[in-house]
């Protein structure tokens, strides 16, 4: 079966690797069997179509197209919707996130450092925030960028970065993991920090809270064996409380673009 007609039938990541993993005379999960009753009633020609009329490419796992970094994490996406320039998967990546509260210090910083990492991609999550300030000065700057997207390519959030998502679709490129009608919840932002990760040789936070969702990324990149990096930060400030614990925990610390260079040699 398709992995197409799975991924719109809203077969997990789970559910993925019971069909793939499972053994003879083992019988499925009834919602996973019904999952697979309505993939075999879906029209895949019709998908594809769909998908070719919105400038979305469907990148399976196996595919020579698919990124070799993210298909070695704990769980790769089976199949990811691409609208830009998909051949930006296979440049070297470096992840930036941080706060949604961020502050002038995380802008700052990232002026200063961006502009240096010109043979890189930059991975975020569109994001408000530390993620949209990186996407903004890789645009400024000339730097590839690829937003990772936790709902389909139909819906977006948060609203304030619709514009920037539209000019990076045009030269730059979005991904997600779920077919485009598919919305936002809380649970599918933490599944997208593992592809921000995933596809990322190290990754950068900025600033954070000591319960940040961008220290979720920061744990999933050292997980897979990446590079890790943080800003330092005013020990007075609960934006970088996170980061501060995190260098004292072993994260490199981030002075100027040449700390993450030298690991990009």
């Known amino acids: 079966m398709e992995l197409?007609?799975?991924?719109?039938?809203?077969?997990?990541?789970g559910e993925y690797h019971q069909l793939k993993y499972m053994r003879h005379g083992h019988s499925l999960p009834a919602e996973l069997q019904r999952k697979l009753a309505a993939a075999k009633?879906?029209?895949?020609?019709?998908?594809?179509?769909?998908?070719?009329?919105?400038?979305?490419?469907?990148?399976?796992?196996?595919?020579?197209?698919?990124?070799?970094?993210?298909?070695?994490?704990?769980?790769?996406?089976y199949i990811?919707?691409?609208?830009?320039?998909?051949?930006?998967l296979h440049k070297r990546a470096l992840?930036?996130?941080?706060?949604?509260?961020?502050?002038?210090?995380?802008?700052?910083?990232l002026k200063a450092i961006i502009p240096e990492l010109k043979n890189l991609s930059i991975v975020s999550g569109l994001a408000y925030g530390a993620d949209e300030a990186a996407h903004r000065l890789c645009l400024s700057h000339g730097i590839p960028t690829i937003g990772v997207l936790a709902?389909?390519?139909?819906?977006?959030?948060?609203?304030?970065?619709?514009?920037?998502?539209?000019?990076m679709e045009m030269h730059h490129l979005t991904i997600s993991e779920y077919p485009p009608d598919t919305p936002p919840?809380?649970?599918?932002?933490?599944?997208?920090?593992?592809?921000?990760?995933?596809?990322?040789?190290?990754?950068?936070?900025?600033?954070?809270?000591e319960r940040s969702g961008s220290l979720i990324?920061?744990?999933?990149?050292?997980?897979?064996?990446?590079?890790?990096?943080?800003?330092p930060g005013n020990?007075?400030?609960?934006?970088?409380?996170?980061?501060?614990l995190r260098i004292q925990e072993g994260a490199e610390i981030v002075l100027s673009a040449d700390d993450i260079l030298k690991d990009f040699h």
């Open 4 to 13: 197409l007609t799975l991924s719109y039938a809203g077969v997990t990541i």
């Open 41 to 77: 009633r879906l029209n895949s020609s019709a998908i594809k179509s769909h998908l070719a009329s919105q400038g979305i490419t469907w990148i399976t796992i196996g595919d020579e197209r698919y990124p070799r970094l993210l298909a070695e994490i704990h769980d790769p996406p």
């Open 235 to 244: 020990i007075t400030s609960g934006l970088s409380k996170g980061t501060n």
């Open 217 to 231: 990324t920061l744990d999933m990149a050292m997980n897979e064996n990446r590079n890790t990096y943080c800003l």
């Open 151 to 167: 709902f389909g390519h139909d819906v977006h959030y948060p609203k304030s970065t619709t514009g920037l998502r539209s000019e």
């Open 95 to 109: 992840g930036i996130v941080g706060s949604r509260k961020a502050s002038r210090y995380t802008q700052e910083s």
């Open 80 to 88: 990811l919707y691409a609208k830009g320039d998909w051949q930006l």
């Open 185 to 209: 919840e809380k649970w599918r932002f933490i599944a997208r920090n593992r592809i921000i990760a995933g596809l990322s040789e190290g990754v950068l936070v900025t600033e954070a809270e």
